[in-house]
T-cell receptor, first 111, second 114 residues
Framework: DVKVTQSSRYLVKRTGEKVFLECVQD?????MFWYRQDPGLGLRLIYF???????EKGDIPEGYSVSREKKERFSLILESASTNQTSMYLC??????????FGSGTRLTVV | GENVEQHPSTLSVQEGDSAVIKCTYS??????FPWYKQELGKRPQLIID?????GEKKDQRIAVTLNKTAKHFSLHITETQPEDSAVYFC?????????????FGIGTKLQVIP
């Protein structure tokens, strides 16, 4: 009963490539989030969206952009991937009724 | 903005002992405090939560306490078992502009030694 799905579990990309990470939720949640998880740094918020076509910067938005054209889909875009963007990326969704539900994560390696 | 500090970063306990993880937060407007458990290679999952109008909540071997005056909250796991080994994240959430903004602690890696 997977409710938040991230399109890739593992990705390897080259420096300078444009990278798309996709996230889809089937719970009709208003809010969607992208985090990156690094050892010793916990979960850091990159961007979030509280409605279709709405987006807000989180704590570490530099080097990233997002797109939310449909309620169920929230995409994270690395315009020009760099090695310091090697990380685990977690998508999550929430509503005023529910807490957070996380996706399984995408481990991105930039070489 | 909100700042959440979590201690310790790693914790080892013998099976059957208790484990306590502590968090502090800075924004007095925070009103919801969830805890997440992330097993190796898996997604974080909500294990227990507490709202600001409650001081303590218990669910079997897991309990959470909240001290609003001191702005700290704690997770207590009793009679630990090897399957409790995981990374635990605390979080503080505040209602802001029509949505809940959640700030996570850095996580505690708990190891339960059989």
């Amino acid at each position: 009963d997977v409710k938040v799905t991230q399109s890739s579990r593992y990705l390897v990309k080259r420096t300078g490539e444009k990278v798309f990470l996709e996230c889809v939720q089937d719970m009709d949640h208003e809010n969607m989030f992208w985090y990156r998880q690094d050892p010793g740094l916990g979960l850091r918020l990159i961007y979030f969206s509280y409605d279709v076509k709405m987006k807000e910067k989180g704590d570490i938005p530099e080097g990233y952009s997002v797109s939310r054209e449909k309620k169920e889909r929230f995409s994270l875009i690395l315009e020009s991937a760099s090695t310091n963007q090697t990380s685990m990326y977690l998508c999550a969704s929430s509503s005023h009724r529910d807490g957070y539900t996380f996706g399984s994560g995408t481990r991105l390696t930039v070489v | 903005g909100e700042n959440v500090e979590q201690h310790p970063s790693t914790l080892s306990v013998q099976e059957g002992d208790s484990a306590v993880i502590k968090c502090t937060y800075s924004d007095s407007a925070s009103n919801y405090f969830p805890w997440y458990k992330q097993e190796l290679g898996k997604r974080p999952q909500l294990i227990i939560d507490i709202r600001s109008n409650v001081g303590e909540k218990k669910d079997q071997r897991i309990a959470v306490t909240l001290n609003k005056t001191a702005k700290h909250f704690s997770l207590h796991i009793t009679e630990t078992q090897p399957e409790d080994s995981a990374v635990y994240f605390c979080a503080a959430s505040v209602h802001s502009g029509g949505y809940q903004k959640v700030t996570f602690g850095i996580g505690t890696k708990l190891q339960v030694i059989p």
